[in-house]
Every structure is written in C-alpha cells, then in structure tokens.
C-alpha cells in the first residue's frame, strides 16, 4: 500500500453526518466521527504512522485497481483484478434518514470475488482524536472494540479477527460468488453493542442503501448533455450536507495541501455562508427544493441569532450546527500529507471580514418562491434590519472572497456582492411587499455600482481588477455576469473576459489570482482553481463564445478523478491538490454545466 497515494486515487462513502475517504487500494485513509468535523480517527492520509487506517484488501496486490460508484448511488466499488481472481470492496454507510444528530455511525465493508479466488487481509489500527489518544482493544473472535476517549468503535466480522497489539488483523479466503463483511460502528463509550452481521443482513443494507439513493436522484429535473457527471456532483453535494441542519461542507478533508510540501494546508469541514448560499440556486435548478429551504433556514437562523448584538450580522463560516467559534490549532505531531505541514484544525479565516457573504447571503434567500413564502416576519425583520446596517457599512476595506492573509483592501469582488446584497433586498421587498427602507437601500445600491464602475476599473489592463488603485486581474468577478451586475456582452466585460484569457488563463485551466502580483501573505504557489475554470465556462457561455466554453467544459471532465470527484485545484502536471472533493467545486461544474446547455440549446434553436 502506498504511503500516500494522489489525492485523487479516493472515493467518497458517507451517510449525511459524516462520511470517509477509500482509496483505490482498499484503504480507509481518513474517517471523522460522530460528525464531519469532529477529531478523526482514520487519518493516514496526514501521517501514515500516527493517523490510522481500516485496510481491506487482497492480501498480495497482483495486477490492477479499479474504482467505480455502483450508478447513481454513494455506494463504492473497489475492483482487484489478478491472473488468480478478481475480488471486490464494497464500501458504503446507511444515511441519515432522522435529520437528528446522533453519536452512531456506521461504515460497511463487504467483500467478494467475482472470479476466481481471492484472500483478502484486513488490518484496522483506529487513532482516536487525530492520533493524539490512546486506545484500549478487547477482541472476541469476531468482535473487537476499541475504546477511545468518548468514544467506542465496534468492529464486527463474519470471519475471525486475531490482535495485533492493540489494533486488529485478519485474513479470508474466498471463492467465486462468495462474501464476507466487516461492519465499523462507533458511538459514545459504553453505547449498545451492535447486533453481529450476517450475510442477509449485508445484503439487505446494500440493497436498503442503493433504493435510498436511487430514490433521492429521482427528483432531479437535469435533462443535459452530461447527466452523470451533474449528477455524481449533486451526490457529492448531498454527501457533504449535514443532514440535521441542512449546512453544507466546504469539504470532507482538513490538511490537504494547494501546494505539497507548502503551508498553504487548510480546513474545509465548516461551512462557508459563501458556498452554501450559491448552492441554493443550483440546488433548485435540478429540483431538489428540500435541501435549498434546509440551508436558507440554517442562514436565516444565523441572522435571528445576532438580533440585536453589536459587531457585524454574520460570520464568513460556521460549524454545521451553527456555533461560530472555530479556533485554529496546528497538530504538530502530524507530518502532513507527502509533508505538507502545518496540519490545522480550526479556521482562522472565520473571524475575517469578508463583505461579499451579504451578497451571497441575499442571492440565496431571493432564489425562487418556494423559499421566499416561506420565511417567516421575524426572519424578514432580521433580514431588513441587515440589509439597513449594510446600506451604512458596506464601504470598508476586508480580507475579500480568497481570505488573504495579507491585509485588507477594497477589494472588488466584495463590492460587487455588496450591490448583489442591496439588489435582491429590494427585489424581495417590493415582491412580497415587506416592510422595508427601499430609498436608503436603492441609494446605497446605486452608490456602489458607480463606485465599482469608477474605481474598480483598470485602464492599463482595459478590465475590472481584484481590488481598487490596483492592475492586478481576479477571476472571481467572472461572478459579475451571473449576478447581472453586468451584461454578459457589454464590451467592458468583453474586454475584461480578454484579459483573464491572457493572464489567468493557462490551458483552459484558471488561475484565481497571480500572487506574486497580488501578495496573500503565505508562502509557495498553488494551483488552478477548478471553482474559476467553471467559472470561465460559465462566463464563455453567457458572452456567446460556445465553442471555447465547450471545449473547456469538456477538457476540464478530463482533470475529474476516476470517480468523478474534484478538489480544489489542478497541480502543473494535471495532479489534484487541495481538499477532497470540495463542494464550491461541484456547485460550479453544476452551474456551468447547466448554462452552457441552456446556450447550446438556443444556438440550435437558431
């Protein structure tokens, strides 16, 4: 087994709480429970030797690795083919069907051979609390408990389980159409122990488990040209989404580098007011309206909750239940993925001012009547009396959409959300005859766009800039269409569309910014943002320019992992670099791939 294999050699298994991370080797290389950011207790993939893993897997690799998603499921198949047998892992979770948090998760792991004969090894060496706690271990035959700090994890088998100090090992051998299972369940110390798996009841989880997903995907309203790549996206946006609250991740992972080697190492398992408000719209866009109110409600919660408080309304991200304080702590006995350390838990990003969630905050709430109608006076109170401090607050410099760590400045892009934010307060307000200050917010609305028209505005560059007095070209204004603050044709945004084409632009893939013309205040590069590639699909779309949007459309399918996931960004040499897979990612691809069928579609119509 690899020490740490690519990033992109995983697939994701979850049940709408938490979820884990299988490699392409059989490896369960990062599992955090009871919830998605909670301290882990498989996290190989940041320390081989102190992060633990749950392998199940032939016991001597011979020939190939295949991975593949059982269709339109979150169910994950690991294929070894051999000269001997071909044998396969099953992993999946039962979800969340409650919406209610609870201590119980539990990860199945189903092993057969399909051909011939296969032996397979399993070795679990669990780490409690990053690799930081100790763990006890009683083993009975088939049953072994790991007792952590809190917390216990059942692992239960349909084979016998022998020790290894404090972890567990185990082999089986088996022949064409036979299976055997490893069932991992944890909950708080001293909870009920797990009834034992039988093979019935594996195949009746397998079979409960791929109707549930079947079920879920049936509501969407997709008829484009690349059904299962929007569809393995909106999977992974609900595998991200924490059930009991409707809070999306930014991602399953902590520590993934931008750069390997760098310090540019992060954790993404919080949620962003940003991502998740752009969600909503494509979220609605393919029909699935439950999940899109889930999340409004959770952001209009987070408003009611600084009724009245001094300081600003809302936060730049949370924990998935809504609490607002995320320290960040290094983990220093961690070397870090391939020894990109620092590892952090945490987010010190959360306490920056980045103005451009207002906007975002407001795109979401305004996205459809079947979300509008629904918000109830207190929730539009809370909204009109932010919408009536941000009318007095929105000019001022902040850290921006990419939470440099360089100072603030008057950054476009924020503005450009500052008008959003201005914009569909009024729309609301005038459709659903609210209650509202709409001369104060037209006149504040107003003053910025004139402001951005004047300041954000480059003559050397002939485009609209990151920030104000600068040259220096941000792809996150290729929001500027999307959000209607421009035409998608105006000549000033044809012009800017033409210089991100020679600055930022690399291969089809997108640079967000050039950091050595725009200092972030960290150290090392990083690479492409596969949020902007998207991004710039979009924007060709809308600016009429088809041929380059599909063509770009179809080359960036080509950086998706074997599975069809995404991270953050694409390394020089086509390598995923950054958290996996991230949400903000999937969301675009969505959103591209829905505007440039709607382009296409016009075009043929002609």
Same mark, same amino acid.
């Given at each position: 087994?690899?020490?740490?294999?690519?990033?992109?050699?995983?697939?994701?298994?979850?049940?709408?709480?938490?979820?884990?991370?299988?490699?392409?080797?059989?490896?369960?290389?990062?599992?955090?429970?009871?919830?998605?950011?909670? +301290?882990?207790?498989?996290?190989?993939?940041?320390?081989?030797? =102190?992060?633990?893993? %749950? *392998?199940?897997?032939?016991?001597?690799?011979?020939?190939?690795?295949?991975?593949?998603?059982?269709?339109?499921?979150?169910?994950?198949?690991?294929?070894?083919?051999?000269?001997?047998?071909?044998?396969?892992?099953?992993?999946?979770?039962?979800?969340?069907?409650?919406?209610?948090?609870?201590?119980?998760?539990? /990860?199945?792991?189903?092993?057969?051979?399909?051909?011939?004969?296969?032996?397979?090894?399993?070795?679990? &060496?669990?780490?409690?609390?990053?690799?930081?706690?100790?763990?006890?271990?009683?083993?009975?035959?088939?049953?072994?408990? %790991?007792?952590?700090?809190?917390?216990?994890?059942?692992?239960?088998?349909?084979?016998? /389980?022998?020790?290894?100090? *404090?972890?567990?090992? #185990?082999?089986?051998?088996?022949?064409?159409?036979?299976?055997?299972?490893?069932?991992?369940?944890?909950?708080?110390?001293?909870?009920?122990?797990?009834?034992?798996?039988?093979?019935?009841?594996?195949?009746?989880?397998?079979?409960?488990?791929?109707?549930? @997903?079947?079920? @879920?995907?049936?509501?969407?309203?997709?008829?484009?040209? @690349?059904?299962?790549?929007?569809?393995?996206?909106?999977?992974?946006?609900?595998?991200?989404?924490?059930?009991?609250?409707?809070?999306?991740?930014?991602?399953?992972?902590?520590?993934?580098?931008?750069?390997?080697?760098?310090?540019?190492?992060?954790?993404?398992?919080?949620?962003?007011?940003?991502?998740?408000?752009?969600?909503?719209?494509?979220?609605?866009?393919?029909?699935? $309206?439950?999940?899109?109110?889930?999340?409004?409600? !959770?952001?209009?919660?987070?408003?009611?909750? =600084?009724?009245?408080?001094?300081?600003?309304?809302? *936060?730049?991200?949370?924990?998935?239940?809504?609490?607002?304080?995320?320290?960040?702590?290094? /983990?220093?006995?961690?070397?870090?993925?391939?020894?990109?350390?620092?590892?952090?838990?945490?987010?010190?990003?959360?306490?920056?001012?980045?103005?451009?969630?207002?906007?975002?905050?407001?795109?979401?709430?305004?996205?459809?009547?079947?979300?509008?109608?629904?918000?109830?006076?207190?929730?539009?109170?809370?909204?009109?009396?932010?919408?009536?401090?941000?009318?007095?607050? !929105?000019?001022?410099?902040?850290?921006?959409?990419?939470?440099?760590?360089?100072?603030?400045?008057?950054?476009?892009?924020? =503005?450009?959300?500052? !008008?959003?934010?201005?914009?569909?307060?009024?729309?609301?307000?005038?459709?659903?005859?609210?209650?509202?200050?709409?001369?104060?917010?037209?006149?504040?609305?107003?003053?910025?766009?004139?402001?951005?028209?004047?300041?954000?505005?480059?003559?050397?560059?002939?485009?609209?800039?990151?920030?104000?007095?600068?040259?220096?070209?941000?792809?996150?204004?290729?929001?500027?269409?999307?959000?209607?603050? $421009?035409?998608?044709?105006?000549?000033?945004?044809?012009?800017?569309?033409? #210089?991100?084409?020679?600055?930022?632009?690399?291969?089809?893939?997108?640079?967000?910014?050039?950091?050595?013309?725009? +200092?972030?205040?960290?150290?090392?590069?990083?690479?492409?943002?596969?949020?902007?590639?998207?991004?710039?699909?979009?924007?060709?779309?809308?600016?009429?320019?088809?041929?380059?949007? &599909?063509?770009?459309?179809?080359?960036?399918?080509?950086?998706?992992?074997? $599975?069809?996931?995404?991270?953050?960004?694409?390394?020089?040499?086509?390598? *995923?670099?950054?958290?996996?897979?991230?949400?903000?990612?999937?969301?675009? /691809?969505?959103?591209?791939?829905?505007?440039?069928?709607?382009?296409?579609?016009?075009?043929?119509? =002609?």
């Amino acid at each position: 087994m690899d020490r740490y294999p690519p990033i992109s050699e995983h697939g994701l298994v979850g049940d709408l709480q938490t979820a884990a991370l299988v490699s392409s080797q059989g490896v369960v290389d990062w599992f955090a429970a009871p919830r998605f950011d909670s +301290p882990s207790i498989f996290a190989a993939l940041l320390d081989h030797d =102190r992060g633990g893993y %749950f *392998q199940l897997a032939p016991e001597h690799p011979e020939g190939t690795c295949k991975q593949l998603y059982y269709p339109d499921t979150a169910i994950l198949v690991t294929r070894f083919m051999s000269p001997d047998g071909v044998g396969e892992v099953v992993d999946f979770m039962p979800p969340d069907r409650t919406r209610v948090a609870t201590d119980r998760h539990t /990860l199945i792991r189903l092993a057969r051979v399909v051909r011939g004969t296969v032996t397979f090894a399993l070795d679990c &060496r669990p780490r409690f609390d990053y690799g930081r706690a100790e763990h006890s271990l009683g083993l009975d035959k088939d049953t072994a408990v %790991f007792r952590g700090p809190g917390i216990d994890a059942h692992l239960q088998t349909t084979f016998p /389980l022998e020790r290894n100090g *404090q972890d567990v090992r #185990a082999t089986v051998t088996l022949r064409d159409g036979e299976s055997a299972g490893a069932v991992f369940t944890v909950c708080a110390s001293g909870g009920a122990v797990p009834e034992p798996p039988t093979t019935d009841w594996l195949a009746a989880q397998f079979q409960d488990v791929s109707g549930f @997903w079947h079920q @879920w995907l049936s509501q969407s309203r997709y008829r484009g040209r @690349w059904p299962e790549l929007v569809h393995r996206s909106v999977i992974t946006l609900k595998l991200l989404t924490y059930a009991p609250t409707g809070a999306l991740i930014a991602a399953a992972t902590t520590g993934l580098p931008e750069q390997v080697g760098g310090e540019r190492n992060w954790d993404y398992r919080f949620t962003w007011v940003r991502d998740g408000s752009l969600s909503v719209r494509t979220l609605l866009n393919l029909g699935f $309206v439950e999940e899109a109110t889930a999340f409004v409600h !959770w952001l209009v919660d987070r408003l009611k909750e =600084r009724e009245g408080q001094d300081g600003e309304p809302l *936060q730049t991200m949370y924990r998935i239940d809504g609490d607002p304080h995320l320290p960040e702590e290094t /983990l220093d006995h961690l070397e870090g993925y391939r020894g990109s350390a620092p590892v952090r838990i945490g987010n010190g990003a959360a306490d920056q001012l980045q103005l451009d969630i207002y906007g975002e905050a407001l795109f979401a709430v305004s996205q459809g009547r079947e979300l509008a109608q629904q918000a109830t006076h207190r929730g539009w109170t809370a909204l009109a009396r932010m919408l009536d401090w941000f009318a007095d607050s !929105w000019d001022r410099p902040d850290e921006g959409i990419w939470e440099t760590r360089g100072g603030r400045r008057d950054f476009t892009y924020s =503005r450009v959300m500052s !008008w959003v934010a201005l914009d569909h307060g009024m729309q609301l307000a005038e459709h659903y005859r609210r209650p509202a200050d709409l001369d104060k917010w037209r006149k504040a609305r107003d003053a910025v766009l004139e402001q951005v028209m004047e300041r954000g505005w480059s003559e050397k560059e002939k485009a609209f800039v990151q920030y104000y007095g600068g040259d220096v070209l941000d792809a996150s204004l290729l929001f500027m269409p999307l959000v209607r603050f $421009v035409a998608p044709r105006d000549p000033a945004w044809l012009s800017t569309l033409d #210089a991100m084409d020679r600055k930022l632009v690399s291969d089809s893939l997108v640079y967000r910014y050039d950091p050595a013309a725009s +200092p972030d205040g960290l150290r090392g590069a990083e690479g492409t943002f596969s949020l902007c590639t998207f991004l710039y699909v979009d924007a060709l779309a809308r600016a009429g320019r088809l041929p380059l949007a &599909r063509y770009t459309f179809e080359k960036m399918q080509t950086y998706a992992n074997h $599975v069809g996931l995404f991270s953050e960004e694409v390394g020089p040499s086509g390598e *995923q670099l950054g958290n996996f897979p991230q949400a903000f990612t999937h969301l675009s /691809l969505i959103m591209a791939a829905v505007t440039l069928d709607k382009a296409l579609d016009r075009e043929r119509e =002609r």
